[in-house]
């Protein structure tokens, strides 16, 4: 690596990166911390403001315009992503954007373009916000469980109450202004058990035609809390492995039958390409290493990972040191490494681990069969999963390697499993029966309009 320093960290540094200096890299900027309107109860963001005792949690003016330049510079692409997070960023107001768009066009390169995305739980968008998304170009991803009686579980406000309507008005100002949005949910113990209800609720109702599924793993502390990515038993708010494997392959089902080429799951698309062995899947928890994906609090504090905000994977600030150096440096090219690195041998031999790659590390705290640590806690769902759609898979590579659509494996599997005897194998090659495999009962409809009283009766059930 070369020795660069940054004396004046107002000049510009094109043409001095470090020699280990990614091209590009995603950094996800939370310029409130962890403040929010909102209280979830399964955020794994809003413990965090202990770690900045006594703060207003909002970016200044001094550390937006140095994230700013610094993102560019530290860029070799023509391409940019600026992306916004929380806590809740829409907190920051109107005004805080329209100075990030004034300092890009003032700091851009000639021929330089960029993304603006950001998250947000929606409850804060009017006109106003909807007309300057629309004006600049922003990518926004909207947080939202599933129908109102799934939503309004944990996504609560500060006083308990539902946030599911404001959260639909929000996405409805983002469709009158014709604003490109996709939708984050996160699959918890109660919105696990209703795939499909879920699902159609987002395609048909929300209109998404980009969705993710966030499996929601939060690990308790000696403590008793879930600051830490430390412990080895999980919230009762948690998702089990097998239940996440199933909402998976449930829901991959419905898509592969009626949705491929239209709606866009970034799971199904990760694991497509991982089939196709692009060798970046677009999801850096299915890719072999990771750390091109960081974080930067409202104070300028880097650190490696969304999911590591934590003392131990500071990297350091960009007041004091450059960007680019802190991305390149040797504690953050580890902490990427190791997630190939430290996979236990049950994954190194492992038949998909191809399209897995032993997941997040953040995930993997459980013991291998063999008594090994550091398995993935979902281990078993992700195996029913990658398992469960190696056929369609099959089909769609084969299909894309050809110059064919992707798509075409819709009639194509109309045709395999027309008629298929419930009893016989399943066409598939997986050894069970048809009625167990791909012709398993689709999950319960009539759930769709499940009142919210059974809703939470099932999560009392559940213990949470
Ligand atoms: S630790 Fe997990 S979430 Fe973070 S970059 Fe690596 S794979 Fe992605
Ligand atoms: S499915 Fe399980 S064993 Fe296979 S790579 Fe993933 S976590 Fe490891």
């Known amino acids: 690596m070369l020795a660069v320093t940054y004396p004046e960290l107002n000049q510009p540094v094109m043409g001095q990166q470090p020699e280990q200096a990614p091209p590009a890299f995603h950094l996800l900027a939370k310029p409130t911390g962890a403040a929010c309107n909102l209280d979830c109860a399964y955020c794994f963001f809003l413990e965090k403001e202990v770690f900045y005792p006594g703060s207003k949690f909002r970016m200044s003016e001094l550390v937006l315009e140095q994230y700013i330049r610094q993102l560019i510079e530290s860029h070799q ?17 109107l005004g805080f954007y329209r100075r990030t768009i004034d300092l890009v066009e003032k700091y851009r390169r000639p021929g330089m373009t960029f993304l603006h995305t950001m998250q947000t739980n929606g409850t804060l968008l009017d006109d106003e916000w909807g007309e300057f998304f629309a004006q600049h170009n922003f990518l926004i991803g909207i947080s939202i469980d599933g129908p109102q009686p799934l939503h309004d579980i944990y996504r609560v406000d500060k006083g308990g109450g539902p946030t599911f309507d404001k959260v639909m008005r929000g996405l409805r100002v983002l469709q009158k202004h014709g604003v490109d949005f996709n939708v984050l949910t996160t699959v918890n113990r109660v919105n696990a058990d209703f795939p499909l209800e879920v699902y159609r609720f987002l395609r048909d109702e929300a209109g998404a035609t980009w969705m993710q599924f966030i499996p929601v793993v939060e690990r308790i502390n000696a403590d008793g809390l879930t600051l830490y990515q ?7 708010r948690s998702v089990l492995p097998q239940q996440f494997g199933r909402f998976l392959c449930t829901i991959f089902d419905e898509w592969v039958r009626h949705d491929a080429g239209t709606i866009f799951v970034q799971t199904f698309e990760a694991t497509l390409r991982n ?5 970046a899947s677009g999801m850096c ?23 590591f905000v934590e003392p131990d994977f500071l990297l350091g600030n960009i007041q004091k040191r450059h960007m680019i150096e802190l991305v390149s440096s040797p504690a953050q090219i580890k902490f990427g490494q190791d997630k190939r690195d ?14 897995c790659h032993g997941e997040c590390p953040k995930n993997r705290f459980i013991l291998t069969p063999d008594g090994e640590p550091d398995l993935n806690y979902l281990c078993a769902g992700f195996k029913e999963f990658f398992h469960h759609v190696a056929f369609p898979m099959k089909i769609m590579a084969g299909l894309i390697r050809r110059g064919r659509d992707a798509k075409e494996v819709m009639p194509a599997l109309e045709r395999i499993f027309a008629d298929v005897p419930r009893n016989d194998p399943c066409p598939c090659g997986s050894g069970r029966k048809y009625k ?25 059930r559940n213990g949470a």
């Open 77 to 93: 692409t023509k391409s940019v992503n600026i992306a916004w997070q929380g806590g809740e960023p829409t907190l920051m107001g």
């Open 275 to 279: 089939w196709l062995g692009l060798g």
């Open 436 to 460: 167990q495999c791909h012709g398993r009962a689709p999950a319960r409809p009539e759930l769709m309009a499940m009142p919210e009283s059974q809703a939470r009766s099932k999560l009392a």
């Open 285 to 307: 928890v299915f890719n072999e290493t990771c750390g091109a994906g960081l974080a930067i609090e409202h104070n300028g504090d880097l650190y490696s990972c969304d999911h």
């Open 230 to 236: 430390q412990g080895t038993s999980v919230s009762e």
């Open 342 to 355: 430290t996979l236990p041998e049950y994954c190194r031999e492992c038949d998909v681990r191809f399209a």
